[in-house]
């Protein structure tokens, strides 16, 4: 057990749909990464929170949106969904700025 | 986009024997590398990382070796066990921020251990 939870474990939804996936790091990690996951593309870095504040951005679609609480949990918002977003989502907290990422279970999203 | 590329895509080991992944990278500000264990239903798990600093590190039976001017390094498994069975994935990471390839996986190695 990584110390990181994700809610849900499972989510089925539309096409056009809008989900937000939830992640709470492990205590005292301050940087929240989220991740996609499919067979084609491997995992995928989408963006990073650090104390707050967008840190870094990597492969997120315009469609998704990502925000870090004060508490320091985070939500992946992810709108007008299509097939191709159905995937497994991780979330990784770390200390600092990227280093020793831990990894939560995964939220799996399958859009019908 | 910048590349972590991972080979090879499938790995078969006998038990005992040592299991070799390679990863080579593209861009020169990358200075963290991690390997990640991932089991089927499980999130990755972080098994041992490096610094471009040194060549080599150690952690049971575990070893990244790390060749900065190749732009490539590998993991070693030694004496492979059943329990090694998952997926591995090389990652590069760089501390600049706003960089689209701050972050790079590679595609992952699917390591099987006959017993």
């Known amino acids: 057990d990584s110390g990181v939870t994700q809610t849900p474990k499972h989510l089925i939804t539309a096409t056009g749909q809008r989900v937000t996936l939830r992640c709470s790091p492990r205590s005292g990690d301050l940087s929240v990464y989220w991740y996609q996951q499919s067979l084609d593309q491997g995992l995928q870095f989408l963006i990073q929170?650090?104390?707050?504040?967008?840190?870094a951005k990597g492969n997120i679609l315009e469609r998704f949106s990502a925000q870090q609480f004060p508490d320091l949990h985070s939500e992946l918002n992810l709108s007008s969904l299509e097939l191709g977003d159905s995937a497994l989502y991780f979330c990784?907290?770390?200390?600092?700025?990227?280093?020793?990422?831990?990894f939560g279970p995964g939220t799996r999203l399958t859009v019908t | 986009q910048q590349q972590v590329k991972q080979s090879p895509q499938s790995l078969i080991v006998q038990k005992g024997g040592i299991s070799i992944i390679n990863c080579a990278y593209e861009n020169t500000a990358f200075d963290y590398f991690p390997w990640y264990q991932q089991f089927p239903g499980k999130g990755p798990a972080l098994l041992i990382a490096i610094r471009p600093d040194v060549s080599e590190k150690k952690e049971g039976r575990f070893t990244i070796s790390f060749n900065k001017s190749a732009k490539q390094f590998s993991l070693h498994i030694m004496d492979s066990q059943p329990g090694d069975s998952a997926t591995y994935f090389c990652?590069?990471?760089?501390?600049?921020?706003?960089?689209?390839?701050?972050?790079?996986f590679g595609k992952g190695t699917r390591l099987h251990i006959l017993p």
């Open positions: 990652a590069a990471m760089s501390p600049l921020m706003n960089r689209d390839d701050k972050i790079i």
């Open positions: 929170y650090y104390n707050g504040e967008e840190r």
């Open positions: 990784a907290s770390s200390r600092g700025n990227y280093y020793e990422q831990y």
